[in-house]
Structures are given as C-alpha cells and as structure tokens.
C-alpha cells in the first residue's frame, strides 16, 4: 500500500476526483510540455457528466491557458469513469498526448506508464496487520510509522491542524454556496443554537453536525480541505476528531494516532475496493470517511484491535448500497447533510462495537470486498453521473 500521504490530500475542494486529480494532471501534463502554445482535452465519464459543478473545466481552464475542452459523455467502456485525454500542440503540430484516470481522493494514473508511487505496507489486508500487530504488541498507529518514519507523525499533524482550520472558517461563514442552487451556509447556524434545556445527547448531535457541515460546506465554496478519503466526504473524520478532542481535551499526539489508525483502514479501502464514487457510488466516499472516523475514535479510547476492526466494519456494513446522485453536479445536496449523518454513525458504530464485538460475524476485509462487488453492480446513473436518483428528480413536479 502507499503512504497516508497519499491518502491525506491538502488541497481545495470541491472534489477530490474532479478537481484535485484534474489539477495534479494538468500541472504534469504542461510540465512535461513547456513549449506547447495550445491544449486539447477531452473529459469522459463522470469528469464530462457532472465536470461543469465539480469544477472539473474550471480548474482545467485555469491551469492550461489557451484550451478547448471537449465533454464526450457517450456511452462508452472505459477503464475507470474519470477518464481525461490531454493533447498538446506547439504551432499546429501535436507534441504531446496522455490519457490519464482520476481514481479517486485526488490520486491519478497515467495509461502506459507505472505508477511512480512507492509502497510503503507490504501488508494489505485488516487480518495481516492485525496478525502482525498482535504478534508484535503494536496497535495500528505503530505499524504505520514503523513502515512510514517518524516523518509521517509530522505530516499527520499537519493534517490536523488543516482540518481544525477548515472547520474554523466554515463555522464562521454566512452566505449562500457557489453553483446555483441556493444553498444556505448552515453550520453556522448549527453551531451557535442555544436551545433551553438541551440534553447532552441533543447537543452532541447538533455539535457533531455543525462540525461536519463547516468543513463540508468549506469544501463546496472552494475552500482549503484534507481529503479524508475524499473531498465530498471530508467533513466525517474532522467532525468525530474535533467534537471528541474539545470533549476529552486529547493531546495532538492522541490525535496523531488516530489520524494513522484512520488512514490505514483508508488505505485498505482504497486499495482492495475504491474511494472513488464515479466507480462505486456514494459508499465508495462518505462509507470509506464513516469507517475512518469509526477507527479514528476507537483508537483514542484505546480499544482492542477486535473492536476497532467491528466498528468500522458496522460503518461501511450499513452504506452499503449507497448511491451518489449530486443535484446539478455540485458537491452540495445531498453530500454535505451525508457528511453530518455518516459523523454520527461513526460514533454510533463504536459504541456498538464496545459491547458486541465479541459477537461479530463479518469481518473488515469481507465487507470491503462487499462494498466493491456492489459498486461494481451499481447503475452508472447512480455513481456520480447526475442522472438518477435525487439529481434526475430535483425540481420536477411531485
């Protein structure tokens, strides 16, 4: 498996796959071609589908300068449904051409050419790292950063500190959101109620929420995010890790380490299943980022291996099936509410996990596996195309 560092974007949103991934794709493509005076490129699948309110051929105008962008949103096999030809041209003449892929948290290949990525984990499944860290008398966070350097806890932290400020600048925020559906900034909102007589279990509830909808709505407007997997799904972990650390009064360190224990079943997500919804619908992002946050919080309550891998195998259980379907394309409805319910599963899930582990059926590894073979089963109306679901219906007469 590759680093977290992989896996822990910083950029600005709104999605990792159609904005972050097209950005990294651009920028290489016009290194690579500093003479070029003309580019062409061409958005398939998903990226030609819903690009316009992901941002997709505005991120591509302004990396590229002189460009024509085509939408080809045929119907057509291809290897992976963020699909993106780029042509350049030097006084007429073509003098360089990739079809690069998109594959999701802002990752991207290139076809004909080996992933330059270096790997970091031999092990790639929850059973391996498990044997391995019981045998050793690790828990998760020490076997990334035996595989990864101490360099790694440093990133992390940085990492966090980004994902405290997202949410400090969204929580502060008025306003409508970008895109043209009128969507009110509302974490705002959330976060300053002051409801008489509020149960602690209330309060939780609409703390955890506001959190989730500052850094998701920072990400619809544009704004600086860790993807965590995904830029659509970035408010879940933030949520659970800064309601939990204002609560408990945890360390940066204790937050380093769970920010490692997330990322890890991350990666064992992105690499035996996807994190890209174009590929596998919603479940493939905000399941991914509900399963993070699930370990995230197991780890800072010190919790057995058994336990954690039950959590998080209850957040991704209960996604499965999850379809994504954005109205209009943008990262908006119904991402940002997803993002406030998939923080409170996770905490939910954990909880569950506390006192039914010993009981469990399913294991971490098969649920993800599950969760790949139903993506792949999913209509393509469903998997971030805006022609099903909420996105084909919005607006229509009921």
């Excluded at 860290?133 to 101490?150: I, M, Q, T, V």
Aim: aromatic content about 8%.
């Amino acid at each position: 498996m590759q680093s977290l560092r992989e896996l822990y974007r910083i950029g600005k949103g709104p999605s990792s796959s159609h904005t972050i991934g097209p950005e990294r794709a651009c920028k290489l493509f016009l290194g690579e071609n500093p003479n070029a005076d003309e580019f062409e490129v061409t958005l398939y699948g998903s990226l030609a589908k819903t690009g316009a309110g992901h941002g997709t051929t505005e991120i591509v105008r302004e990396i590229l300068k002189n460009v024509k962008i085509n939408l080809d949103e045929s119907e057509r096999e291809l290897r992976h449904p963020n699909t993106m030809d780029l042509v350049a041209y030097e006084k007429g003449k073509r003098i360089g051409q990739v079809r690069v892929y998109s594959v999701g948290g802002g990752a991207i290949e290139i076809e004909g050419r080996e992933n330059l990525c270096p790997e970091y984990y031999a092990l790639e499944s929850f059973a391996k790292i498990r044997e391995y860290c019981e045998k050793k008398g690790y828990r998760l966070p020490d076997y990334a950063f035996e595989c990864e350097g101490a360099g790694l806890k440093d990133y992390l932290l940085d990492v966090w500190r980004t994902m405290q400020r997202s949410f400090e600048n969204g929580v502060k925020a008025k306003g409508v959101l970008p895109g043209g559906l009128n969507v009110e900034r509302r974490a705002r909102i959330l976060y300053e109620q002051n409801p008489t007589n509020e149960s602690a279990e209330n309060r939780e509830n609409r703390l955890v929420c506001a959190y989730a909808f500052a850094v998701s709505e920072e990400n619809s407007a544009g704004g600086t995010i860790v993807t965590a997997p995904t830029c659509g799904a970035c408010g879940v972990l933030p949520a659970v890790l800064i309601y939990e650390a204002q609560k408990q009064k945890f360390s940066d360190d204790k937050i380093v380490r769970a920010l490692a224990s997330a990322g890890l079943i991350g990666n064992l997500i992105k690499t035996n299943a996807s994190i890209s919804g174009a590929e596998c619908g919603c479940q493939a992002e905000i399941g991914s980022a509900c399963c993070m946050a699930a370990a995230a919080l197991a780890e800072l309550y010190d919790m057995s291996l058994s336990k954690l891998e039950y959590a998080a195998e209850i957040a991704m259980e209960h996604h499965l099936g999850l379809t994504c379907d954005p109205i209009a394309g943008l990262v908006q409805i119904p991402c940002i509410e997803r993002n406030a319910v998939a923080a409170m599963r996770a905490i939910n899930a954990v909880s569950l996990a506390n006192f039914l582990s010993d009981s469990r059926k399913i294991s971490f590894d098969l649920v993800v596996k599950t969760m790949y073979e139903t993506g792949k089963d999913m209509s393509k109306r469903y998997r971030e195309t805006s022609e099903g679901g909420l996105a084909k219906l919005y607006g229509k007469a009921d």
